[in-house]
């Protein structure tokens, strides 16, 4: 935050704090920094680096933050999970962000789900950052809408076997595994008999039909359009009760979506300061451009804006802390949609006040508006998020004492007062 954030507590303001310091030093360093950044943005990404990050970030204890220690992680918060996030976006790349942001999620559902072999042999190994993730849900004719999926899983004998085709998969050449949901019963676009299923990146029969990442922005994931073809897996690897993933997947969206939106909004945060201190040494007419007021004043609705989201995000992850991650929808719907579609804003915003050099790679500022852009749907799209919030919130709104009748006959009595409350001159008339 820019502002004082008393809705931290100060062992919370110094994880932050810590996390930016190591990020800085231990991370995002010998061969992880700017040169990296600007490589991947040109996807020129490589499966060691994707290994050297996530190792470096499960010496770091950034992996699987709420998984406790028992299993893998270091027993975290969800409060710590969304610093963490927004740290990486902040002094790193937005898509170390993401392949972090999988780990918490994922890992979380490993933990409250799986059985014993998930935990060994998925979970802990990622949590130590041995293991690249991949999270295939999106395919070619269901996004948005992922009852609708297609990709089936048969039982036969001890195996799985699965048949479909995902795309945009982030990772997807350099993951060791694929977190994959699948319909393993049911009929198109029913919750039920939505399961999921962990499938090793090197089974026979997946074979990566596009690569995907020359996109707008957040590359150097090696997203592809993938197939599975008869893939055989262990029966061990469902996640879970077979057909009931579809509350698991619910669940690890919702907190998916204070993840993304805090590490659009620690990126869109760098932007700013870029922006601020650029302006406050560029001159326009022999004076700072942050002199002129119609610039300053942009300045202060970010920095308003930018608190106001990290606030609301704290809010949600302090819900899930103290009642789990399916806690709090609404909340965590509000926290992603403005958080995404503020640190595109400000991200644009920041360009605008700077000019033409803006939009150069002179400043990372024109990378961060091309990466924070898919946050406004991935993950959740702010349409869908505001259907969230709007149904809860008209729970929370509508009153039932309130007079329908009066409606339109407010000179008869106002509809939101009882009878023994109308103002006199309506009662008298
Ligand atoms: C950079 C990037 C990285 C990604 N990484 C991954 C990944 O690693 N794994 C993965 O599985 N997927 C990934 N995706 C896919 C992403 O999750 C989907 O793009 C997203 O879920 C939207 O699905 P869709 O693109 O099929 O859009 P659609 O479902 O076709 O929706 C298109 C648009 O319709 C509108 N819309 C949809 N539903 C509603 C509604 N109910 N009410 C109102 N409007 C609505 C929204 O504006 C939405 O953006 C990634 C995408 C991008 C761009």
Redesign the pocket.
């Given at each position: 935050m820019i502002g004082e954030d008393t809705v931290l507590t100060d062992e919370e303001e110094t994880y932050l704090a810590d996390a930016i310091t190591t990020l800085e030093t231990e991370v995002f360093v010998d061969g992880l920094g700017h040169d990296h950044f600007r490589a991947l943005d040109e996807n020129d990404g490589s499966r060691e680096e994707w290994q050297e990050y996530v190792s470096r970030m499960g010496d770091a204890g950034f992996n699987a933050i709420s998984v406790p220690e028992a299993h893998g992680g270091p027993g975290g918060t969800i409060i710590e999970t969304v610093l963490a996030e927004q740290a990486i976006g902040y002094c790193g790349n937005i898509v170390h962000a993401?392949q972090t942001s999988?780990t918490q999620h994922v890992g979380r559902t490993m933990y409250e789900h799986g059985n014993q072999h998930i935990r060994e042999a998925y979970l802990e190994p990622m949590a130590a950052g041995d293991l690249v993730v991949?999270?295939?849900?999106?395919?070619p004719r269901?996004?948005?809408?992922?009852a609708h999926l297609e990709t089936d899983a048969e039982k036969d004998g001890d195996e799985w076997v699965i048949n479909g085709e995902?795309?945009?998969?982030?990772?997807?050449p350099y993951a060791d595994f694929y977190f994959t949901p699948v319909r393993t019963s049911g009929d198109d676009g029913d919750r039920e008999g939505v399961s999921i299923i962990v499938i090793d990146r090197d089974t026979d029969g997946i074979e990566l039909l596009q690569d995907q990442s020359d996109?707008?922005?957040?590359r150097g994931?090696g997203?592809s359009w993938m197939r599975f073809d008869d893939v055989r897996v262990p029966e061990a690897n469902l996640v879970g009760n077979e057909g009931e993933a579809w509350s698991y997947i619910t669940d690890e969206l919702n907190l998916e979506h204070l993840t993304v939106a805090r590490y659009c909004l620690g990126a869109s945060q760098q932007a700013l300061e870029i922006a601020a201190n650029y302006t406050a040494n560029r001159e326009v007419n022999e004076r700072p451009v942050s002199r002129y007021q119609a610039v300053n004043h942009k300045v202060a609705e970010m920095v308003t804006k930018l608190d106001g989201a990290y606030l609301l995000n704290t809010r949600a992850a302090r819900i899930m802390d103290d009642r789990g991650v399916s806690a709090g929808r609404m909340e965590s719907a509000m926290a992603k949609w403005l958080g995404n579609e503020l640190a595109h804003e400000i991200a644009d915003t920041c360009i605008q006040i700077m000019g033409g050099i803006g939009t150069t790679t002179s400043y990372p500022v024109e990378q961060t508006q091309r990466d924070v852009r898919?946050g406004?749907?991935?993950?959740?799209?702010?349409?869908?998020m505001?259907?969230v919030v709007q149904h809860d919130a008209y729970k929370l709104l509508l009153d039932e004492e309130f007079d329908a009748e009066l409606v339109g006959n407010e000179r008869e009595g106002l509809p939101w007062l009882n009878e023994d409350e109308q103002p006199a001159q309506i009662a008298d008339e």
């Open positions: 993401c999988l991949a999270q295939a849900y999106t395919e269901s996004g948005t809408d992922l995902k795309r945009f998969i982030d990772f997807a996109w707008h922005g957040f994931t997203a898919a406004r749907f991935m993950g959740g799209a702010t349409e869908v505001k259907s």
